[in-house]
C-alpha cells in the first residue's frame, strides 16, 4: 500500500504561481513512475504531466507546456508541479499518481496508475 499526500494547493490571480508537492510513502519511492492529473468540474480527469522514474523523461499536456514543470526528489519521497503563468483554465481538482510498474517511461494512460492521492484544489481568478 502506497499513500499519497498532496499539498500546495490555493486561490491565485492569473499569471501567478503555485508549486504542488505529492509525497508518497514507501522505500522504494525511487522505482515509482509519477504523474500529475486535474480534473474541472463536469470534466474528465486528464493528464497534466508525468516523470519518469529516473526523472530524466517527462510529459506535459499542450496545454501547460512551457508553464508547468514536474520534478522530483527521490531523498523526500516527493514530486512537484511548479505552475506559472496560471490562466483560469487551470482551475480544478490536482491528483497526484503512482504507477509501482518499475517501467523506465512514462504513461499517460490513467488507468496505469495504481495509487492516488486526495487531490488538491486549485482555483485561478480572471
Known amino acids: 500500500q502506497v499513500e499519497v499526500v498532496e499539498s500546495g494547493g490555493g486561490l491565485v490571480q492569473g499569471g501567478g504561481s503555485l508549486r504542488l508537492s505529492c509525497a508518497a510513502s514507501?522505500?522504494?519511492?525511487?522505482?515509482?513512475?509519477m504523474g500529475w492529473f486535474r480534473q474541472a468540474p463536469g470534466k474528465e480527469r486528464d493528464i497534466v504531466a508525468a516523470i519518469s522514474i529516473s526523472g530524466r523523461t517527462t510529459y506535459y499536456a499542450d496545454s501547460v507546456k512551457g508553464r508547468f514543470t514536474i520534478s522530483r526528489d527521490n531523498d523526500k519521497n516527493t514530486v512537484y508541479l511548479q505552475m506559472d503563468s496560471l490562466k483560469p483554465e487551470d482551475t480544478a481538482v490536482y491528483y497526484c499518481?503512482?504507477?509501482?510498474?518499475?517501467?523506465?517511461?512514462?504513461?499517460?494512460?490513467?488507468?496505469?496508475?495504481?495509487?492516488w492521492g486526495q487531490g488538491t484544489q486549485v482555483t485561478v481568478s480572471s
Open positions: 514507501g522505500r522504494t519511492f525511487s522505482t515509482y513512475a
Open positions: 499518481a503512482v504507477d509501482i510498474s518499475g517501467d523506465y517511461y512514462v504513461t499517460t494512460n490513467l488507468d496505469d496508475y495504481d495509487y
